[in-house]
Structure formats: structure tokens, C-alpha cells
């Protein structure tokens, strides 16, 4: 049939989305913003008039997602889900395979009912550190854990964005939403099968990048742009701070070179009970931003390459020391920093600024240096280099800086700093970070209990309460899931799991537009008869075999379209695809939703498809190719078990 003139505008604008939402010129949300408004302003060819184009703002599926947010931060921040992680590393230490079941098993039911996010951000260093104990690479388990969360999503309607958009998409076809626990049976067949993958053909699959226990400094090969310089009696550095060093013209500092850490040795008096009094030498490390002014005789600890060492050593009479190997016992110790690993979420603030544009030398004395970005590390000229989502940074910071980024969600901790976080070796009084508010108060939230496994705090088992009511009234009642989702927000705030700062604070505003702009998208491709026309094709290629093949053919075609342009945005395209494809081949409506929603799920075969999976990309050392390798076995498998399933419970 031809394509009519909306149609094909309609058509163009998806391409460009798709262009945008692969190369990322600018963040997905902003790109789904101008579909939004291109919708809008071209109406008389799209049919989608400006109230309809953001109508999706008011959506329930995205109302249901922001209340989900919420819902989930309460579990978080009273201690439920770092309680979980404790138990859970009681239960595995000491034996891999225990660590690989427990982890998979546990992560994918409980991305069930909430947003598998703060799992899996909680479970990264608890799983790191544990597979450091049992000596395997923490590469093993990263991947198993991301795909084992998205398994889990598909168990209720509220576990995944991704199930609330298929039942929008149900909604305006049959005029009802899927209920509760309508996906369940499918979703617990789709995890066992998942599951039964990733413990055997997938655990050999998924290759070893990273080696247990392995020296930060040494990982990413850092050690080569790290030097120490010793301060002369006569060098025009005594007296300055690291800070000013770069501020003050009169030292002329045009270096490619960072100052990390100043050692300092003096004689301490010590009392034997033998021989009396006798003095021994310490050493009091401070990091760069601490204010420290340097003295005749410091070391310096410095990053940047052997040239630039030699011009700085030249120009400010310092004396080089014997290029040993710096290692992260040598950055770890100085007053008041520590050295982390921290990877950066997609809905970091970070995302798409630079170390220097975000201040963080200036605002929480922070230093980049090195990032991972998949299996590339890059250690020098950070300071002007964007941040990505997925990025792993290797930072020199301190702890109050780290728990407020982390609070802010800004960044993920890949590793349990409570061995690298050693202090002073001198003794210094601790100062008040970013971390802390007015007078030092603790500004670190309400989180209750830690990753030790001590019981959480008493408003823990009242959050899982609220999370489990809103769930099981909007199941066994008339009411709407997103009243009940929002009724367990309120009580959330009164019961004092959470305050109003932080449940907007929770929400990942990017995400919400980023949804509220691509779903008049959908709109569009119904109303001009582009999803017809696409509906059409799949059941032409389809035709003459059983229904059972087009279901398959939709599901595979979301598949592969979720790992490339998001899930999210594969329900909202193609999910009025799938509804005339029913009603070309004059089939049941409710399977090729679901068969989108399951599909569009199995974004495994890439790490951009799905947010769980730039969050152990950096952490596991992982290549593109290794997802593909891992992933397309799962999908194919997937295909099958969950095409079948759908097939044989509700029909074709």
C-alpha cells in the first residue's frame, strides 16, 4: 500500500530519533523532548496536536514510574536493600557458586517489585568484594547479576517501566491495562528459564576481564604517569598549597601535570620501657586539596607522563626520586583521602560534563585519575574530557565527598571502601566534607542498617509494608495502580521513611521525559498509519505459517531494537505495530503486546540498551562483544520460551 505524506514524516522523525538515541549528540531525554515538540509543530501532517503531544506527562504508565522511584528509595534508604546484600554475603562467602546462585536468584525476584536500580548498585561492590574472597574475577558475576535484575522485571506490572508502557499500549487498543499479576506466569517461566542459562551456559560464557584483588593503581596501568619529587631548601614551591600552585601566575605553572599527595616525615618521641626515650620517624600524607602548604624536604606524589615530570622537577628545584612503581597502598593513606572506584549511572549529574565543568577539584576535592570506559582505560588529559553514562573513574577523593555523590546519585561505589578508607598516618583531626551540612551535621539521609548484614532500622519492615500494600490493593481492588502507587508515596513521607527532598530527589527526572517525550511517537504512527502499513509488512512476511511465527517475529524485532534505541522507546514504537500486526493476521490483540514486552525486556546483546547494564560495564572490564557473546544465546533461548509461553496461556 502507499505510504501517505504523515506517515512518512512520521517515519523520518523516528529515524532521526534513532540516529539521536545511538550516537547521543545530546542526552536521550533532550531528543525525545524534540520528537515531542517536532510533533507538535508539524501537526497538520502528524495528527498529534499539542495538548495529545504532551499528554504523556500525565500518563499513568509514567505516573506509576515516578511513584515507583519513590517507593523504591524508601527500601533503599531505610536499609532494606543493603540489609539484603549483608545477608546475602553472610550466606555466599567463601564458595563461587553459592555467590553466582544467590545473586541471580534473589536480584531477579526482587527487581519483581522494585525498580532493580538500587539493587544492583548495592550489589556491585558487595559482589566485588566477595569474589576478590573467593579468588575470581569479579567479571564473572557482574553480567549474570545486570541480566539476572532485567529477568526480574517481567514478573509484575510494576517491575519494569517497560511492562507499565505495554499496558498503556493495551489500554488505548482493547480499553483496559494489563492487571497486576497478569504478566506473572509468563514472567516466572521467562526467569527460571533465565536463570537455568546464566548458572551454567552463560557462567562459562562470560569471560574473566578483571582479576581478583588486582592493584587499582596497576589495573589501570596508572602506574607509569605516577612519579615522586622531593621539595628543595631552595624551591620556589615552599610555602604554596597544591591549589594555589595552579592559581598563582608568579609560579608560572604550565604543566600537564597534577600534584596528588604531599608526604611529610618528622621525628616523633616515643617512650620504651627498657631504654627510655627514644624518637622514630612517621610519615603525615595529606591530599592536594587539604590546604597543607608545602615544606622543605616533602615528597610530592605526581600524574604525568616522564617528560613533564623532568620540565616541573627543572623549573622548581626539585630533586626526582628513583621511579618506583606508586602503588595504592602509597595514595591510600593521606589525610583525608581515600582511593575508589565509582561508576557513573546514566542518571548521574555527571553525564556529559567534564571533571573541570563539574568543579570536582574545587567542590569536594576530587580527582579523576583514570577512567574506564568498557575495555579502554584512558589516564591522561581528564580534566577536559566528558564523562559518559558507564563510565568507571578511579578517583582520589574523600569519604564524606563519595557518600554525598552517592547519595545524590551521581555515582556508584564499585568497591566496599572500608579497606582502602585508612586515614591519616599522622595524627590529624578529620574535617567537615560536602557529606556534612552546617556544623558538620551528617547529611547522608535516613539509611538504616549497612552491607554487614546488622538488622535495619525499625522503619524498614514499615517501608516494606507500604511497598507491598500499593502492590496488593491495586490488585485486589478497583483501584487504579497509579492511586495506589501514589497513596504508598504519601504514606512513605508521613511514616518519615523518607522526607519530600528526598522522594523528588529519587525520582530519575531524564527518564521521566525522556518517556513523557517519545510517547506521542506511538500516537503518531497509529494515526497516520505508519504502524498499519509496518503491521502489514510482518504479517505478509509471516503469511501462510502459523500466527505463532509472527508472534515470534515481533518478539525477536524487540529484541534487537531494545538493545539499540532502549526499551522504552521499542514499547512505545512498536508497540501499535504489534497491535495491527493482530489484526492483520486476525489474531488475539493481548499476545503480540506481551510478545513486545517481553521482547523489548531482552535488551542482553548490548550494554546500552538497558541502564543495569552500563552499571557493571565499567566494574567488569567488559568489551561491546562481550554482551553479544553472553547475550544472543539468552535472547534465542528467550525467543522461544517466552513466544511458547505466551502461545500456549492466552493463545494466538
Known amino acids: ?302 600524574r604525568a607522563s616522564r617528560q613533564e615530570v623532568n620540565r616541573f622537577a627543572e623549573a622548581y628545584d626539585l630533586r626526582q626520586l628513583p621511579r618506583e612503581r606508586v602503588e595504592s597502598e602509597d595514595l591510600e593513606g593521606a589525610h583525608p583521602g581515600i582511593l575508589t572506584e565509582v561508576v557513573v549511572p546514566p542518571s548521574s549529574g555527571l553525564v556529559g560534563r567534564t571533571p573541570t565543568e563539574a568543579r570536582l577539584a574545587e567542590r569536594f576535592r576530587t580527582q579523576v585519575l583514570a577512567l574506564r570506559r568498557g575495555g579502554t582505560v584512558t589516564t591522561a588529559d581528564l580534566a577536559d574530557r566528558p564523562i559518559e553514562a558507564g563510565d568507571t573513574l578511579l578517583l582520589r577523593t574523600t569519604e564524606p565527598s563519595v557518600d554525598f555523590l552517592r547519595e545524590e546519585g551521581d555515582v556508584i561505589p564499585v568497591s566496599d571502601r572500608a579497606d582502602t578508607a585508612t586515614g591519616a598516618r599522622g595524627a590529624v583531626e578529620p574535617e567537615a566534607g560536602p557529606g556534612t551540612g552546617p556544623g558538620g551535621a551528617d547529611r547522608s539521609g535516613t539509611r538504616a542498617g549497612d552491607a554487614t548484614g546488622d538488622a535495619p532500622g525499625l522503619r524498614a519492615p514499615l517501608s516494606v509494608s507500604i511497598l507491598l500494600g500499593a502492590v496488593l490493593l491495586a490488585a485486589v481492588t478497583p483501584l487504579a495502580i497509579p492511586v495506589t502507587a501514589l497513596g504508598g508515596v504519601v504514606a512513605m513521607v508521613a511514616t518519615g521513611c523518607l522526607n519530600a527532598n528526598e522522594a523528588y530527589d529519587a525520582v530519575s527526572w531524564n527518564v521521566v521525559f525522556l518517556l513523557a517525550g517519545i510517547l506521542p511517537l506511538g500516537v503518531a504512527l497509529q494515526r497516520t498509519g505508519g504502524a498499519a502499513v509496518l503491521g502489514e509488512a510482518i504479517g505478509g512476511l509471516t503469511g501462510g505459517l502459523p500466527p505463532v511465527a509472527a508472534l515470534g517475529a515481533v518478539y525477536l524485532l524487540a529484541a534487537g531494537a531494545a538493545s539499540v534505541v532502549t526499551p522504552v522507546a521499542t514499547v512505545v514504537l512498536l508497540g501499535p505495530v504489534a497491535v495491527d500486526t493482530a489484526a492483520t493476521i486476525d489474531a488475539s490483540t493481548l499476545p503480540f503486546v506481551l510478545s513486545v514486552l517481553f521482547g523489548a525486556s531482552a535488551a542482553y546483546i548490548s550494554p546500552i540498551g538497558y541502564q543495569t547494564n552500563l552499571m557493571v560495564y565499567g566494574p567488569g572490564g567488559y568489551r561491546f562483544t562481550d554482551y553479544t557473546r553472553v547475550g544472543l544465546p539468552l535472547v534465542a533461548l528467550l525467543a522461544v520460551v517466552s513466544t511458547a509461553t505466551i502461545a500456549l496461556l492466552y493463545g494466538v
Request: proline share 6%; charged share 20%; aromatic share 6%.
Open 1 to 302: 500500500m502507499a505510504l501517505p505524506t504523515g506517515a512518512l514524516v512520521v517515519f523520518a522523525l523516528v529515524g532521526v530519533a534513532v540516529v539521536l538515541f545511538v550516537l547521543e549528540p545530546v542526552p536521550p531525554d533532550i531528543t525525545a523532548i524534540g520528537v515531542l515538540v517536532s510533533l507538535a509543530v508539524l501537526e497538520p501532517l502528524t495528527q498529534v496536536p499539542a495538548t495529545e503531544a504532551i499528554a504523556g506527562f500525565a500518563s499513568p504508565a509514567v505516573v506509576t514510574i515516578v511513584a515507583m522511584y519513590i517507593l523504591s528509595s524508601g527500601l533503599e534508604r531505610t536499609g532494606v536493600v543493603d540489609w539484603l546484600g549483608g545477608r546475602l554475603a553472610r550466606f555466599t562467602r567463601g564458595s563461587e557458586r553459592r555467590l553466582l546462585g544467590a545473586t541471580t536468584v534473589s536480584t531477579g525476584v526482587f527487581a519483581g517489585l522494585v525498580n532493580n536500580t538500587p539493587v544492583v548498585a548495592v550489589f556491585v561492590p558487595m559482589v566485588t568484594g566477595l569474589a576478590d574472597d573467593v579468588h575470581v574475577s569479579p567479571s564473572k558475576f557482574l553480567l549474570p547479576l545486570s541480566f539476572a535484575a532485567m529477568l526480574g522485571g517481567t514478573l509484575t506490572l510494576v517491575g519494569s517501566s517497560i511492562n507499565l508502557l505495554a499496558s498503556d499500549v493495551l489500554r488505548e487498543a482493547v480499553g483496559r491495562p494489563l492487571g497486576m499479576f497478569e504478566i506473572t506466569p509468563v514472567g516466572v517461566v521467562v526467569l527460571v528459564a533465565g536463570l537455568a542459562y546464566l548458572l551454567t551456559v552463560g557462567y562459562r560464557l562470560t569471560p574473566a576481564r578483571r582479576a581478583p584483588r588486582a592493584d587499582v593503581v596497576e589495573s589501570y596501568g596508572l602506574g607509569r604517569r605516577l612519579a615522586q619529587v622531593r621539595v628543595r631548601e631552595g624551591s620556589p614551591l615552599v610555602g604554596s598549597t597544591p591549589t594555589e600552585l595552579y592559581l598563582d601566575e608568579t609560579l608560572g605553572f604550565d604543566f600537564d601535570l597534577d600534584v596528588l599527595q604531599v608526604d611529610r616525615r618528622r621525628e616523633r618521641v616515643a617512650e620504651d620501657n627498657e631504654e627510655g626515650l627514644r624518637s622514630r620517624t612517621v610519615t603525615d600524607s595529606y591530599i592536594a586539596g587539604s590546604g597543607q602548604r608545602v615544606a622543605a624536604g616533602d615528597v610530592l606524589t605526581v
